[in-house]
């Protein structure tokens, strides 16, 4: 990490910067095509001298002028990891400044060729859903929107690194909606069941999934791995059950005018997306339920 390296006009106010760098030189002067195009030069001028100066435009001047563009565009570029997103900087007098919020993120697909492995650096690139261009279209990828670190120094971990803290950061964020929306279901009057509607279902969603995983056991007898199907059901119905009171509970807020529109739509679109998933597992259950019966003495 080199601190100061990315352009701090483009952090906003309370984000906080984690991770900074340059690319690596190399992956923009490729120094193994330059190596080749004077070999080349060498070659062809000894053999062909009279076209030296035809050589020497082909295999230096144009060649070294790439390196040159290299050089200014690896001095252009930075990238940054805040608690927030990922972001890269490129470019002098067309600037380039993209970034994707870490909840965006789809996969972190790391590039690396042979001459990159040899100099130790590899591209990262964040796929995002918003984004429909091939990466193998670096320019047009970054155009549209994507996040293209080309020549990360230590791809691997850094890309880890990257992957770990965007994990943590869609997990702190998915804490913090639950927190909302049992603060909002409180304001609303909306019963809470406990200590929560909002909480009580991963907690139930969980213990239906553990039970289940326990109750397939070796050793169980049929009548015992029934038993614990049968209880099972029951306990992701009641779950079911309660989110279904909580989207009622959430509809009388909205007529009663306690619930924001906002608020109302991104916490039962929440509900609705744990009642189809307890929904699957109740299914499933069932169809468990049914086979265990069947083949029960």
């Keep these: 990490m080199r601190p100061g390296t990315f352009p701090r006009e483009h952090i906003a106010a309370g984000e906080n910067v984690i991770y900074e760098t340059k690319p690596s030189v190399w992956a923009f002067i490729r120094p193994i ?4 195009s004077i070999v080349l030069f060498v070659i062809l001028t000894a053999a062909v001298p009279f076209l030296a100066y035809i050589f020497a435009l082909l295999f230096v001047v144009i060649p070294g002028i790439r390196v040159i563009l290299g050089l200014i565009g690896w001095w252009a570029s930075s990238y940054a990891l805040t608690d927030k997103r990922a972001l ?6 067309s600037r380039d400044t993209v970034d994707c919020a870490h909840d965006k993120i789809q996969q972190a697909t790391l590039r690396q060729g042979i001459v990159d492995r040899i100099f130790g650096f590899g591209s990262i690139i964040f796929q995002t859903a918003g984004v429909t261009v091939a990466p193998r279209k670096r320019r047009q990828f970054v155009r549209a ?14 890309r880890r690194f ?3 803290v965007a994990e943590q950061s869609k997990r702190q964020q998915k804490i913090q909606e639950f927190q909302d929306m049992a603060t909002v279901l409180r304001q609303s009057g909306t019963p809470l069941m406990g200590q929560g509607a909002g909480a009580s279902m991963p907690t139930a969603a969980q213990r239906s999934m553990s039970t289940a995983v326990g109750a397939s056991g070796a050793g169980d007898s049929g009548v015992g791995w029934v038993g614990r199907l049968e209880a099972n059901i029951q306990e992701i119905e009641r779950a079911i059950g309660q989110q279904k009171a909580v ?6 807020g909205l007529v009663a005018g306690r619930i924001e529109n906002a608020m109302y739509n991104q916490i039962s679109r929440a509900r609705s997306n744990e009642i189809a998933d307890l929904q699957k597992q109740l299914d499933e259950r069932k169809a468990e339920l049914s086979r265990a019966q069947r083949g029960a003495p």
């Design 247 to 252: 989207l009622l509970g959430l509809d009388e």
């Design 162 to 164: 990257v992957q770990e």
């Design 145 to 158: 929107g994507g996040v293209y670190w080309m020549g990360v120094k230590d791809p691997v971990n850094t």
């Design 88 to 93: 890269m900087f490129a470019g002098i007098l």
């Design 33 to 36: 095509r330059f190596a080749i």
